[in-house]
C-alpha cells in the first residue's frame, strides 16, 4: 500500500471512518521522499531499535521498520490503532503502544524492547507539543544516542540558535545542554495532508552521555535559565530578583566574578557564561 499517495490514503481513512483532528496536530506526510530521509538520518539501521513518537497511517513507521531491527511506537489516537494493524501488517518488528507520550513510561517501553540495542527516536511531531516532548525526553535522561523529528520551521530555527544569540531562548539552552543538535532539511507545507499553515524542518539532537552538573545543580541551572528567558526585556539582574527572589547584589557580584556586565540580559550569555553564573550564584544562596 502506498501511504504517500494521497487517494489511497483518503479511501484508507475513509474506510475507517476516521477525520483529521486539528487539536491532535495531525498533518499526515504525503511525499515518499521525506521519511526514508528521516530515517536515515535517524540512526535506523541494524542493531538499533528505534522509538517513534505519533505514527499517522505509518509512513514514517515503515520506513524505520525496513532499517532498524526493532520499532517501538508512541500513538495516542485509538481511532489510528485498527488503521495501523492494516498498514503495518506486513512488519513484525513494530509495536504500537496507544499512550500519551507525556504519560508513558518511556524507559520500560526501551528496556522491555530493546534490549542490547541502540536506541534512537525518530518522529514528526505535532507543532502544539514540540517543546514539551522534547524536553521530556532529554530530562528523562532516557537512553537515547539520538532524537531526530520534524517540528515547525520556526521552532527548528530556535531550536538550533547558538546560545548567546539573540534567536536563542530557554528551549536553546535546553538542547544544547544535553546534546549537540544539526539543521537537516526543510520540508514544506505542500508536503502534508491536510496541508499545514507553515513549513517544517527536521532536526536531530546527538545527545551528550555525561551531563555536565550534577543534578541539584542541573535543577538549579534550568530554574535560573527559565526565569531569565522569561523576562527577556528586564536585565538578568531584575528578572531573577522578581521570579526566584535571588538578591540583586548576589546576581551582580556572580557577574563581577565572570567578568560580565551587570545590565546584562539572559539571551547575550553563552553556555559556559550561564553554567558558571548559576555555579556562581548557587555558592552565595549556601
Known sequence: MNLTNICVVKDLLSRYGFNFSKGLGQNFIVNP????????????????????????????????????????AVEIDERLMPVLAETLREFNNIKIYNEDVMKADLKKIINDDFGGLRTAVCANLPYYITSPVIMLLLESRLPVESITVMVQKEAAQRLCAKVGSREAGAITVGVNYYGTVTSLFDVSRG??????????????????????????????????????????RKTLANGLYSLLGIAKSDVYSALRDL??????????????????????????EN
Do not use: H
Open 33 to 72: 521522499n521525506i521519511c526514508p530521509q528521516i530515517a536515515e538520518y535517524g540512526n535506523a539501521s541494524s542493531g538499533w531499535g528505534i522509538l517513534e513518537i505519533g505514527t499517522g497511517v505509518g509512513v514514517l513507521t515503515k520506513e524505520l521498520a525496513i532499517r532498524a531491527d526493532k520499532v517501538s
Open 191 to 232: 508536503n502534508f495532508m491536510p496541508s499545514p499553515n507553515v513549513d517544517s524542518a527536521v532536526i536531530r539532537i546527538d545527545i551528550d552521555k555525561n551531563p555536565r552538573l550534577d543534578p541539584d545543580e542541573e535543577k538549579f541551572f534550568f530554574k535560573m535559565v527559565k526565569a531569565g528567558f522569561s523576562q527577556r
Open 259 to 284: 567578568g560580565i556586565s551587570e545590565s546584562v540580559r539572559m539571551e547575550a550569555l553563552d553556555m559556559e557564561q550561564l553554567i558558571a553564573l548559576s555555579l556562581g550564584l548557587m555558592m552565595k
